[in-house]
């Protein structure tokens, strides 16, 4: 079973299993409300830490957003630009599912980036926390969630350029592909 409002074992119920109602994060913001795709967050983490992720963030107060999806799509979640130490983790479901991902300190840097491939459908909250107690304030989220497209055609599962039926003429240089590669 699956939270995503739908009878996914067929056995007369829906979302069992889930605990709480999917998306239940008190505060917590709809990634696709201004766009399907998601966008650039911004904001301010204040108050008391509620939650952490397996890789941090146990006592610094965190930021929550929510997203659902209908059919297996990627994901990706940066926060580049915020100036503090952030962690951010991914959920099923409510605020206490099961988690996901969770990411801290990537590309050499003390801010996180998941990307997440072929995420089935249902919904999923977004954590941004902070490392430790002195990491808060003004932070800066990129979650994206973009539609499905074939293999190789989508950023998150892309199709190697050199392998088993791919052949071109100078290994080089892209210029011999004709088709998404």
């Known amino acids: 079973e699956l939270c995503n409002g739908a009878d996914d074992n067929c056995d007369g119920t829906t979302d069992e299993g889930c605990g709480t109602t999917c998306g239940g994060c008190s505060g917590s913001t709809d990634v696709r409300g201004t766009s399907l795709t998601g966008g650039r ?3 301010t983490t204040s108050g008391s830490s ?3 992720g397996s890789c941090g963030g146990s006592s610094a107060p965190e930021a929550f957003y929510h997203f659902t999806i209908v059919e297996t799509s990627d994901v990706f979640i940066a926060t580049h630009g915020t100036g503090f130490d952030t962690v951010v983790y991914v959920r099923d479901c409510n ?7 969770c990411s801290d300190d990537a590309d050499g840097l003390t801010t996180s980036v998941l990307s997440l491939t072929d995420v089935p459908a ?22 994206y969630v973009p539609p499905q497209g074939p ?6 599962d892309p199709v190697r350029l050199t392998g088993p039926g791919v052949t071109y003429a100078d290994p080089t240089t892209t210029c011999s592909l004709r088709a998404d590669y």
């Open 122 to 143: 249902g919904t999923y909250l977004v954590f941004v926390d902070g490392k430790n107690a002195s990491s808060l304030g003004a932070y800066q989220v990129d979650i």
């Open 50 to 52: 509620q939650h952490t």
């Open 95 to 101: 605020c206490t599912g099961t988690e996901r991902a």
């Open 151 to 156: 293999e190789g055609d989508r950023c998150g």
């Open 41 to 43: 967050f911004t904001g």
